[in-house]
């Protein structure tokens, strides 16, 4: 079973920068990938990123306007989100989550394993 654990997040004022990593065990199949949602409360899970086990392929929710960068470090076994330029707006838990499958990679539905999540608060 693929265990997933988030850390990094924390405080941050506007404009700052902060690097989420997801460090994985278990995993045995190299298709599919590792996406990042967050979810504030009161919302639906928002997609945030997301990016192939082998680290070609990665895709971005429409409000990151380049300021995310989603990468993987196979031989750490860790999946990185950098975030830039920080808003209050980002404020929410940020989750990892790994799918075996290709495809989809939007939808939280389409996940199998998840992490606890992580806080991100941003103030202005």
């Known amino acids: 079973q693929v265990h997933m654990v988030e850390s990094g997040g924390g405080l941050a004022q506007a404009g700052d920068s902060l690097t989420l990593s997801c460090k994985i065990s278990g995993r045995t199949f190299n298709t599919g990938g590792c996406g990042w949602f967050r979810q504030s409360p009161g919302k639906e899970r928002e997609f945030v990123a997301a990016?192939?086990?082998?680290?070609?392929?990665?895709w971005y929710g429409e409000f990151m306007r380049g300021r995310f960068t989603v990468s993987v470090d196979n031989a750490a076994n860790t999946v990185y989100l950098q975030m830039n330029r920080l808003q209050p707006g980002d404020t929410a838990v940020y989750y990892c989550a790994a799918k075996a499958e290709d495809g989809l990679w939007r939808r939280p539905q389409n996940y199998n394993s998840w992490g606890q999540g992580t806080q991100v608060t941003v103030s202005s």
């Open positions: 990016v192939t086990w082998s680290g070609y392929g990665t």
